[in-house]
């Protein structure tokens, strides 16, 4: 069981280092026999680059991974909301979307080739909650430049979460 109530950062990818180590030592372990890696995120998010790190682990781990909003899934938050194998989130947790925000710096050069490296990295971004969401094209390109807030429906409805939580029994 881990919990994500911090700002994703750095540290957080102590988390896809113990995924890994969990995966080592179940390799021998079939699937379906494997004790799932809980994931219970309340985050108002942070850096994508570690973000979009994590949540591939999290993908490619052959022992499940379940996510659960506890609270706020918010920007990174949801992107790892978004990558676990089951997705549940609490009724009244909220989630969010936008397309991020970051501070530049440096040279015209410098910038411009930052920008171009983060607009690459924001089309990454929608690519991979498109291909892991219910939303259509559409409804995310409508809503993607703002802060767009889901409340628990939301999530269940456009494929955040597969389910809302109802006992506790459902996310142990």
């Known amino acids: 069981i881990f919990y994500i109530n911090d700002e994703i950062t750095e540290e957080t990818l102590e988390i896809q280092k113990a995924i890994i180590a969990i995966n080592i030592e179940d390799r021998n372990v ?18 994508l680059q570690e973000t979009m790190s994590l949540s591939q682990v999290m993908i490619m781990s052959n022992t499940p991974v379940i996510t659960v909003n506890v609270g706020a899934a918010y920007s990174g938050g949801a992107l790892l909301l ?15 979307s936008h397309s991020g925000s970051s501070g530049i710096a440096g040279t015209y050069e410098q910038t411009e080739a930052a920008q171009r490296v983060y607009k690459k990295q924001v089309d990454e971004m929608s690519e991979y ?34 389910h809302i939580v109802t006992s506790l029994d459902d996310i142990m």
């Open 30 to 47: 079939n699937i379906e026999d494997r004790k799932p890696i809980y994931i219970y995120i309340n985050t108002n998010g942070g850096l």
């Open 82 to 96: 978004l990558a676990g194998h089951k997705r549940y989130a609490l009724k009244y947790t909220k989630a969010m």
């Open 129 to 162: 909650i498109l291909d892991r969401s219910k939303m259509d094209e559409k409804l995310f390109k409508r809503n993607k430049s703002k802060d767009w807030y889901l409340d628990h429906d939301e999530q269940l409805k456009y494929g955040l979460v597969h």
